[in-house]
Each structure stands twice: as structure tokens, then as C-alpha cells.
């Protein structure tokens, strides 16, 4: 039996018991086909219900005496004669339609009750005897062109009558003083539209979308989630507590697919559940009428986008089962499981309810905050906001980055002795260095962890870094000269020293055969002109964002007022140095271990390319960070790839400071577009092959054991923008 078959029969196996157990069928099915209708059901009858009590009450509004009283009574009786009146003639005012107003009569709804005072009056509306109070200035209201009625409406908008009575007085005096101006304009001889310059019409163009992106995004969050509670707690601590997840363990099948085979049992339950509740939710507006509710412009519901959105939710369903399985491990009972995942569901509560706040955008660190982001991005789907390319395919990539790395935390932490078999296996113990040993090369759930926390910290600091259009980049050039060694190198230093890993073996730190040094060489002073191929053919089919031209131009004007060292120091040897010490030490050590040759460098090198944050250099960016994760890889260390990034890089700082030789070889060195002569495409392209094909033959000496280290984002800002 091979290992896919192997891993399906557990994974059947273990869903068909997951779906047999009634408590999942309830928590899948049952809430969100049932509960989901009676909700909106209900909270729709009952506001319906509210608001027609309220129209048949009775409201009791105070005066200060009883002069004002007779001046109300006069003004209500008024307003009811001309609504009645309107409804005779069909034909409403202008004012009163544009403001929505309530154009029911007051005649019958309000008692008026003459107080002795303001004081007392205030004070029965805080006790809630009367539902409002309306003073006047004076107590005859006058109708005269030089007369001004000043009045005053007191109400206690934590009481809904009182909030309620006081918006109809409102709307009452609203239409009282258009009649009279109607009728003071007639009788002082003015034109209709003398005090009407403008007529504003609102339209509310508000879809079910608009609507419903409000509330799904967050709904369907923590239904993901919920989904994803029951199996990791039965599939765990349920199988500790029934005594049966020893035997299994010991069982002649390997642990991983043991693993693998649960995680999908529990991904597939998180995914289902959060289906069940999209088409709940989204069968119970259309069929329940709610669109028409709901909606002011008739559109239908957006049930692409809802696909959309779903497909969306399955790298977070994978990130929240592994983060489910790994807290759930350490857990002995089903009690205890159910205390620990409730911190986790608090912590997934906080960046979601941010995130569901009217006034957050998804820009900023927004685009890569878990679980914040996946609510942006269903929401703006849902409100029919532009969405760009690069902000899905950033909010996608982060959660898939941090659902890797909790998969490879899951996989390490039900694998261990400690937490299977023992009692007192806990999270403490998993960190206390006095019972770490040592290895040679840390694993790869520790790199991808690192690499998982570093990318929003990184993307942060970018972001904030970040020049405007009138402002030059020295700040994020300097900035990013002594931040970058700290995360790049210092960062990873410090989780290794820890974790009393093998430095050497872990970073690749050997002396290298003079060949890599050479190859290093002529790679990094020929690497640009397959860039540049690539970038034109790049520009020929997609164009040029005008934000990434104008960060260019940005950097380069800035690189032209600095000395040229310190414009070599900031973009050639801080990057070459702290990049690859990070992406081919650290994370490509880390990936090493259980990954073959080239799916470990095509890894590392898509995540050396997003870290730079600008997705129209990807190709580019990651093309690359193949060839450096090559070299590292053949020559098992990390100084050849050093010195082709420094030249590399050296030489886009020469060709933005001073162009002259660029101009020699024929070439615009602002040019993205143009193919660089056939002699030089030759030359070039030659020494870059030479530099492969003299890393071709492995260096086996000094062999890494398997396993490396913690993994980090690359350079963006000032080393990406000059990666060409």
C-alpha cells in the first residue's frame, strides 16, 4: 500500500467516526440550517412587531406650562389636518419626501402634560414618567415674516420610545415650518425655489451585498473555526482520554501520515462547516425575501463572489485545524482541550473584530494580520469595492505562509514522545532549554514559524518606512540598514543559540571550494541581463504599475545624493549579507531536511520574492533567488551567494548612480522595455551559464544532516526595488 493510499484510509476511517458522533452533526448541520433562518426570522418579526406597538402607543410629552401646552396641542392638531389633507390630494411635499420623514399625524399618539418647571420636566424624563419634553422660547408661537419659533426637544436616547416620540416631533416640526415657509413666500410675492438653490435627492444604492458584508466576513470566520474545534479536541485529547491514541501510535504506519491523515479530518470539517454556513445564510436571504429587506436597488445576491470567498477560506481552515491540533495535543482530557482552545478563540476574536470595524482598510499591516485580513477581504468582495490583484494574492499567500508553518508546528508537536505518551508532556516543557537537546540543524516547523512571525513584523516595518511621492528614501535606506542585520542575522542567531542547534551546519558556514567563489562571481556580474530579458518581457505583457516606476525614480534620486559607498553599503552588502544569511542559511537549511533539491529552492525563493512586497518584480525577484538558492545548495555554503548578490546588486547601484556604462554597451539604464543588443546578450549570457555550469557538480563534503533552520522575509523597500 503506498503512502497515499495509506493516508486516505486513515483519513476515511477517521471522518466517517468524526461524522457518525451526533455532537458534530448538531454543530455542523443542525446551527447553521436551523438556527441561522430563526435568527433572521425572528430578529426581522420582532423589530417589525416593535415598530407597530410603538405606532399604536400612547407618548406623553411635557411642557413648562400650560400656555406652551395649548401652543403644541395647536401645532399637532395643524400638521394632522394637513397630513390628512395630503393624503386627500396626493401630492406631498418636496421637504417631506427628501427627508423621509414620518408623515403619520401626531393628533392621537401624543398626550401633552403641562410640568411646572424645566427642572422637573428633565428630571421626569430621566425617570422615564414622560417619554419627552418640547420648550419653547416663548409661549405663543407667532407666523410673521420677521418671527423666529426657537424650540426645543428634550428626550433620553437610551429609551427607545423616547428616542422614538422625539424623532416623530422632529419630523413634525420639520413639515409645520416648510408649510410656512411655502405660505410666507406666497404672501411676500417670492418665486417657489426663492430659498431652494439646490434639491438633493438621496439615493441609496445599498445591495444584499452591502448589507450582508457587514456581518458575514466575521460570521464565517468564526464558523470556520467553530468547525474545527470538536474533531481537533475528539481527534486528540478524545483519543488520550478514551486510552486509545497509544495504541495507535504504535501502530506499523508511520506518525506522519498519522498526522496528515487527521489534519485532513479536521480541515474537511472546518471547510464543510463554513459551506454549510455560507449556503445557509445565503438560501435563507434569498428565499426568506431578506434581499428585498435588505436591499434598496433590487440587485441579486453576489453568489460568485461567495464562491469566491469560500475558496478563499481554505488556507485559513488549514491554518486554524493545525493551530487547533497543536494547542489540543498537550491537552490530556476533553475538559482541558475545551480550556485551552478558549484563548485561542479570544485571540482569533481580536484582529477580527478589528477588522470588522467600519473604518479598517486593507492596506497596511491589514493586508498580512491573520485572520483580520481574510475579514477585509470578504468584505470589500462583498461591498463590491476594487479590489487589487496584489492585495488577494498577499492576503492569500500570508494565511498559506502562517497555515504552513502551524501544519509543520502540528506535525512536530503530535509527533513528540513527550506529548503522546507522557502525562506530563505540556507547552512549558516544550520550551525550557534545559530539556532541549542539541542537534545539528534546527527543524522545519521552527523555520517556518520564524518565517510565519517575521513577515507581518517585516511588512510592517516596510510599510511605515515607506516614502511619499515628495519625499526621498534616505529614511528607509538608513532604516533598513540596521533593521534588516537585527531580523535577518540576529533574529535567527538568537533562536538557534537557544535551541542549541549547529551553527555551522545549520547557516551553511564553510569555507568554499574556489570554483562557487568564481561562479559567485560571474553569476552576480551577469545575473542583470537575463533580468533584464525577463523584465522586458514582463513589461511587453503586463505594462508597468505606476507605483512601482515611481518607487524606482524615488530611489534612485535618493541613491544619486548619497555618497556612492554608503548607497553601495545600504543596497549591495546589507542585503547580500542579511538575505542570505536568512532565505539560503536559515530557511533553505530548514527546508532541506524534508524537502528534495528543487522543491526546497523553488520554496525558498517564492518566499525570498513576496518578502519584498512588490508583486510586478515577483518573476524576477524569485528567478533570482532560484539561482542563489542553487548555488547555496551545491556549494553548501553561503559565501558564493553572497558575492553574487553583492555584485549583483552593486551593479544596479552603479547603473542608478551613473549610467555611463550602461549608455557604453548601447542601453538606457531607466529602460524596462527595450532588449539589450545581441552582442551583449551573447557575452553576458555566457558567463552566467559558465557560473551555473561550474556549480552543476555538488560540493559532497561536509554534509548537512538533515535538518535546518528558522526562516525570514527578505529585503524589501531599498533591495527590492533594485533587484533587475
Excluded at 569555507?511 to 567563489?517: A, I, M, N, Q, T
Excluded at 555584485?647 to 547603473?655: C, I
Aim: hydrophobic share 55%; aromatic share 8%.
Amino acid at each position: 500500500m503506498n503512502l497515499a493510499r495509506r493516508i486516505g484510509t486513515i483519513y476515511r476511517k477517521e471522518l466517517i467516526d468524526i461524522l457518525r458522533d451526533h455532537r458534530t452533526l448538531v454543530a455542523m448541520i443542525l446551527v447553521p440550517i436551523v438556527l441561522y433562518p430563526l435568527l433572521m426570522l425572528g430578529s426581522v418579526q420582532a423589530v417589525s412587531y416593535q415598530k407597530e406597538s410603538m405606532e399604536k402607543e400612547k407618548f406623553l410629552v411635557g411642557v413648562v406650562n400650560e400656555g406652551q401646552g395649548r401652543s403644541l396641542r395647536d401645532l399637532i392638531d395643524a400638521d394632522g389636518r394637513a397630513l390628512d389633507a395630503k393624503r386627500n390630494r396626493a401630492d406631498g411635499g418636496p421637504t417631506e419626501e427628501a427627508e423621509g420623514r414620518i408623515d403619520e399625524p401626531l393628533t392621537e399618539a401624543v398626550t401633552v402634560l403641562a410640568m411646572p418647571s424645566r427642572e422637573v420636566l428633565q428630571q421626569r424624563i430621566r425617570d422615564r414618567v414622560l417619554h419627552a419634553g418640547v420648550v419653547f422660547a416663548a409661549d405663543a408661537v407667532v407666523d410673521a415674516l420677521n418671527a423666529r419659533n426657537d424650540v426645543e426637544i428634550l428626550c433620553d436616547k437610551e429609551e427607545v420610545r423616547s428616542a422614538y416620540i422625539a424623532d416623530r416631533l422632529e419630523g413634525m416640526f420639520a413639515r409645520i415650518a416648510y408649510r410656512w415657509v411655502e405660505a410666507r413666500k406666497q404672501r411676500a410675492g417670492l418665486p417657489a425655489a426663492f430659498d431652494e438653490p439646490f434639491t438633493v435627492k438621496y439615493n441609496d444604492l445599498a445591495a444584499p451585498s452591502s448589507i450582508l458584508g457587514q456581518i458575514l466576513p466575521l460570521i464565517l470566520i468564526l464558523m470556520t473555526i467553530t468547525g474545527a474545534i470538536y474533531p481537533a479536541i475528539d481527534l486528540t485529547a478524545g483519543e488520550r482520554e478514551r486510552g486509545t491514541l497509544e495504541s495507535l501510535m504504535v501502530c506499523p504506519v508511520p506518525v506522519i501520515e498519522l498526522i496528515v491523515g487527521k489534519f485532513l479530518v479536521v480541515t474537511t470539517v472546518a471547510i464543510m462547516g463554513a459551506m454549510l454556513n455560507l449556503a445557509s445564510v445565503s438560501a435563507t436571504v434569498y428565499f426568506g425575501g431578506f434581499d428585498k429587506v435588505i436591499s434598496t436597488s433590487g440587485d441579486s445576491l453576489p453568489v460568485g463572489k461567495m464562491l469566491f470567498i469560500l475558496l478563499c477560506l481554505i488556507p485559513f481552515a488549514v491554518l486554524m485545524s493545525a493551530i487547533m491540533i497543536a494547542v489540543c495535543s498537550y491537552a490530556r482530557t476533553f475538559k482541558e482541550a475545551q480550556n485551552y482552545v478558549t484563548p485561542v478563540i479570544l485571540a482569533v476574536l481580536i484582529p477580527g473584530g478589528i477588522a470588522a470595524l467600519p473604518a479598517t482598510r486593507m492596506e497596511g499591516v491589514m493586508l498580512v494580520m491573520p485572520v483580520g485580513n481574510m475579514v477585509l477581504l470578504a468584505r470589500d468582495l462583498l461591498l463590491g469595492a476594487a479590489v487589487p490583484l496584489w492585495h488577494v494574492v498577499l492576503v492569500l499567500f500570508s494565511t498559506t505562509l502562517y497555515a504552513v508553518a502551524a501544519v509543520a508546528i502540528a506535525t512536530k508537536v503530535f509527533g513528540q514522545e513527550s506529548v503522546v505518551f507522557a502525562d506530563a508532556g505540556s507547552l512549558q516543557a516544550a520550551f525550557k532549554r534545559s530539556l532541549i537537546k542539541p542537534a545539528a540543524a534546527p527543524s522545519v516547523s521552527m523555520s517556518l514559524l520564524f518565517v510565519a512571525l517575521l513577515f507581518p513584523l517585516w511588512f510592517f516595518i516596510q510599510s511605515a518606512l515607506s516614502p511619499l511621492p515628495q519625499e526621498d528614501a534616505r529614511r528607509l535606506l538608513m532604516s533598513t540598514g540596521w533593521l534588516m542585520p537585527v531580523c535577518f542575522i540576529v533574529l535567527p542567531l538568537a533562536v538557534l543559540t537557544y535551541w542549541k542547534v549547529d551553527l555551522v551546519n545549520a547557516l551553511s558556514l564553510r569555507r568554499p571550494r574556489l570554483r562557487y567563489v568564481l561562479a559567485g562571481v560571474l553569476i552576480g556580474c551577469s545575473a542583470w541581463v537575463p533580468t533584464q530579458e525577463l523584465m522586458v518581457l514582463q513589461h511587453a505583457l503586463l505594462g508597468a504599475p505606476q507605483s512601482v516606476v515611481q518607487s524606482a525614480e524615488i530611489l534612485v534620486r535618493t541613491l544619486r545624493a548619497l555618497p556612492l559607498p554608503l548607497a553601495l553599503l545600504f543596497i549591495a552588502v546589507v542585503p547580500a549579507v542579511s538575505e542570505e544569511w536568512l532565505f539560503r542559511g536559515f530557511l533553505l537549511g530548514g527546508l532541506r531536511a524534508s524537502m528534495g533539491r528543487w522543491p526546497a529552492i523553488l520554496a525558498s525563493a517564492a518566499v525570498f520574492a513576496v518578502f519584498h512586497f512588490v508583486l510586478f518584480r515577483f518573476a524576477v525577484t524569485g528567478t533570482l533567488g532560484v539561482v542563489l538558492a542553487y548555488v547555496c545548495w551545491q556549494s553548501r555554503s553561503l559565501v558564493p551567494g553572497m558575492v553574487a548578490h553583492f555584485l549583483h546588486n552593486g551593479l544596479g547601484t552603479l547603473s542608478a548612480v551613473d549610467d555611463r556604462w550602461y549608455r557604453a554597451l548601447g542601453i538606457t539604464a531607466d529602460s524596462e522595455a527595450t532588449h539589450l543588443p545581441v552582442e551583449v546578450l551573447l557575452f553576458g549570457g555566457a558567463l552566467f551559464v559558465a557560473g551555473l555550469a561550474l556549480c552543476a557538480r555538488a560540493d559532497e563534503t561536509g554534509e548537512v544532516p538533515s535538518c535546518p533552520v528558522a526562516t525570514a522575509p527578505a529585503a524589501t523597500g531599498a533591495g527590492a526595488v533594485m533587484t533587475r
